[in-house]
T-cell receptor, first 111, second 114 residues
Framework: QKEVEQNSGPLSVPEGAIASLNCTYSDRGSQSFFWYRQYSGKSPELIMFIYSNGDKEDGRFTAQLNKASQYVSLLIRDSQPSDSATYLCAVSTSNTGKLIFGQGTTLQVKP | DGGITQSPKYLFRKEGQNVTLSCEQNLNHDAMYWYRQDPGQGLRLIYYSQIVNDFQKGDIAEGYSVSREKKESFPLTVTSAQKNPTAFYLC?????????????FGQGTRLTVV
């Protein structure tokens, strides 16, 4: 079992719809969870982080964390074509600050 | 502006040759990391360093070496022992090493074996 798992997609949604990206992790001791967006050929950029169970909202983005189910998700409301990218889920599992990444989900927002 | 600078952006390596990828940060971050990304894959950790003159192997350290002589710099050498080095290499840094540290990435170096 991979430490951090994501559906590679592609996930295709129409413009204006809600995109839902999911991630599961195996280490119950994980404390911090990050969502990065990566455009093709570019480096990842942090868009959301969440540490506590529940929801965290930032503009059109909402991160959801359920530690009991070892599940973290990212919702993108009012999806735009510019949101088309690969979304990487990352989990920090120790005090080294090391991040374990999932393989990423490719999102396609169609006009 | 503070940030992480990787160079070169593109690098070509001949078979049997060692090459060094540069990573410099002016964020005053304590920890630095090297990741490798293959097409359609997530990032895999090669090496990381929490303090100057100290570093640890990540998940795929074989065929790579690093040094951390200065807080600002964390160069990665891809040696001839790395049999499949063609990949996108990303350097990152974090302010501390606690679980809540957010990682900031450089722009990456794309290495190709010719």
């Amino acid at each position: 079992q991979k430490e951090v798992e994501q559906n590679s997609g592609p996930l295709s949604v129409p413009e204006g719809a809600i995109a839902s990206l999911n991630c599961t992790y195996s280490d119950r001791g994980s404390q911090s969870f990050f969502w990065y967006r990566q455009y093709s050929g570019k480096s990842p950029e942090l868009i959301m982080f969440i540490y506590s169970n529940g929801d965290k909202e930032d503009g059109r983005f909402t991160a959801q964390l359920n530690k009991a189910s070892q599940y973290v998700s990212l919702l993108i409301r009012d999806s735009q074509p510019s949101d088309s990218a690969t979304y990487l889920c990352a989990v920090s599992t120790s005090n080294t600050g090391k991040l374990i990444f999932g393989q990423g989900t490719t999102l396609q927002v169609k006009p | 502006d503070g940030g992480i600078t990787q160079s070169p952006k593109y690098l070509f390596r001949k078979e049997g040759q060692n090459v060094t990828l540069s990573c410099e940060q002016n964020l005053n971050h304590d920890a630095m990391y090297w990741y490798r990304q293959d097409p359609g894959q997530g990032l895999r950790l090669i090496y990381y360093s929490q303090i100057v003159n100290d570093f640890q192997k990540g998940d795929i350290a074989e065929g790579y070496s690093v040094s951390r002589e200065k807080k600002e710099s964390f160069p990665l050498t891809v040696t001839s022992a790395q049999k499949n080095p063609t990949a996108f290499y990303l350097c990152a840094s974090t302010k501390g090493t606690v679980d809540t540290a957010e990682a900031f990435f450089g722009q990456g170096t794309r290495l190709t074996v010719v």
